[in-house]
């Protein structure tokens, strides 16, 4: 059964920095884009950041770019999001998923029913 499980949300100050985890289970992450998604409350999900494993093709959102860096560990079928430079605007629940497409399709309009729970970064003082 495809699992996706994420970890490392937290609490940070501004300026802060997180690494996320999204791990995998039940399917190894070679031939998958996976992407890291976002929702914050009142606001629509939205495409963070993606990468095909394969290839090592990623795509970011443009207000992420510089400051977020995707990466995947075949050894340990994980995917990472760093994410550096935390704003208040950063703040949302985390979701990662996996599919078969490109990294732009991954990350503007997802179609996969493997998602995980989620876990949430507040950047705050």
């Known amino acids: 059964q495809l699992q996706l499980v994420e970890s490392g949300g937290g609490l940070v100050q501004p300026g802060g920095s997180l690494r996320l985890s999204c791990a995998a289970s039940g399917f190894t992450l070679d031939y998958y884009t996976i992407g890291w998604f976002r929702q914050a409350p009142g606001k629509e999900r939205e495409g963070v950041a993606c990468?095909?494993?394969?290839?090592?093709?990623?795509y970011y959102l443009d207000s992420v770019e510089g400051r977020f860096t995707i990466s995947g560990d075949n050894a340990e079928n994980t995917v990472y999001l760093q994410m550096n430079s935390l704003k208040p605007e950063d703040t949302a629940i985390y979701y990662c998923?996996?599919?078969?497409?490109?990294?732009?399709?991954?990350?503007?309009?997802?179609?996969?029913?493997?998602w995980g729970q989620g876990t949430q970064v507040t950047v705050s003082s």
């Open positions: 990468i095909s494993i394969s290839d090592g093709i990623t």
């Open positions: 998923a996996a599919d078969y497409t490109t990294v732009q399709a991954m990350c503007h309009v997802p179609r996969t029913d493997y």
